[in-house]
């Protein structure tokens, strides 16, 4: 876990992420990333320098009809002080039930991101921040790559102009092998999800296709992240005078 809170820490400071008074709503599905991302915040607060209130807030698609059972997360923010919500939606039973959606990733992902936003708002927040990791990242730019033929990733911070939040994501310089260890060290619980398309989506494709390269060449990812960054690609270069890891290229 100090790994990963010195990637989160080294991601806010090179993004700019994060500025004294802030409420930062964390978004968690309770799968391993956003779990650890809250964490890592949690002990950030305590050290990072620029004082910052969070909240965790679990939006529940309630798949099959059925509840999603968060209690083992409840304890666990709440022994690091961490405000949590939970809310429930029909999100599930529009996408699976009603609309029979054969893509369901896409309309899942764009209900669940306006509830979080909606939500994010009525908790008073102004910055909402998501578990993606490095992994995530490159996996998304193939993807824009090889299904759309265009150049493009997620952005480190986006500003939401029409809600007037901005999303951050802390863990852009993390791997997924990073927090998988981090969850492992302080054995957090997860919340396995029950969506019916989990684990046979075209992101699972690019999971598998990520991981063949990284065997095949060791640095492929920080190769990835040094391209990224270096192309400014969807504001990916670092904030000039921001401090870097060694190795890590900056702005040109």
Known sequence: MQRLEGLVRRAIQEYGMLSPGDRVCVGVSGGKD??????ALARLQKY????????????DPQFGGTPTDYTPLAGLFAAYGVQYEVRRSGIGHVVFDLRKESNPCALCAKMRRGLL??????????KVA?????????????????GEGRLGCFSP????????LYMIRPMV????????RAVKS???????????????????????????????????????????????????????????????????
């Open 34 to 39: 956003s779990v650890a991302l809250t964490i």
């Open 186 to 252: 302080l054995s957090l619980p997860v919340v396995k999800s029950a969506c019916p398309a989990d684990g046979a989506t075209r992101r699972q494709e690019m999971k598998e296709y990520v991981a063949g390269a990284c065997r095949a060449d060791r640095a492929f990812r920080q190769k990835m992240l040094g391209a990224l960054q270096q192309a400014d690609l969807d504001g990916w270069a670092p904030l000039p005078g921001a401090p870097r890891r060694k190795g890590t290229p900056g702005p040109r």
């Open 130 to 146: 998501l578990g993606h990791h490095l992994d995530d990242a490159i996996e998304t730019f193939y993807m824009n790559l090889w």
């Open 117 to 126: 936003h909606n939500t994010a708002k009525e908790l008073g927040c102004n």
């Open 157 to 164: 911070v986006t500003y939401l102009s029409r809600k007037d």
């Open 48 to 59: 990072l320098g620029v004082p910052f209130e969070l909240v965790a807030v679990s939006l």
């Open 173 to 180: 310089l993390a791997t997924e092998a990073d927090v998988r």
